[in-house]
């Protein structure tokens, strides 16, 4: 069985995320997705800003989402973020956007490890593997 780490952050919809419908429009749920990935890096004591100053850089390969119900200005939503604990040279976050007990959004990013210079595709940095790993014991 694969093991996974989450982390749940609170977002708060702003009206500048809300659509002429008054819904949060559908292409800043990528950009609340990435709130949601940046916490859980943050989480596990990896922020983004310490990875890239270590020469590392994940740039998103794939994304999906699936939009189940609308956010709307001023809901709280709990963002939740999910890794596998087996990372490999591809890391893949899962996404659920939660209002209440509704679920509004489930999706995913697809990640690779590349250098910040090149930008060629490099195995996952060990401190990387290991501060996940140790996330489980």
Known sequence: MNKLIDHVTEYRVRYSDTDK???VYHGNYL???EIARTELLR????????LEAS???LPVLESYAKYQKPARYDD???LRATIPADVSLRLTISYSIECQTDTLVTGW???AFVTADTFKPIRPPRKFLEIV?????
């Open 31 to 33: 950009r609340i997705f």
């Open 55 to 57: 020469g590392v850089m």
């Open 109 to 111: 990013t697809r990640h």
């Open 76 to 78: 709280l939503l709990c």
């Open 43 to 50: 989480s596990l004591g990896l922020p983004y800003a310490e």
């Open 133 to 137: 790993r140790g996330s489980l014991a």
């Open 21 to 23: 419908m008054g819904v």
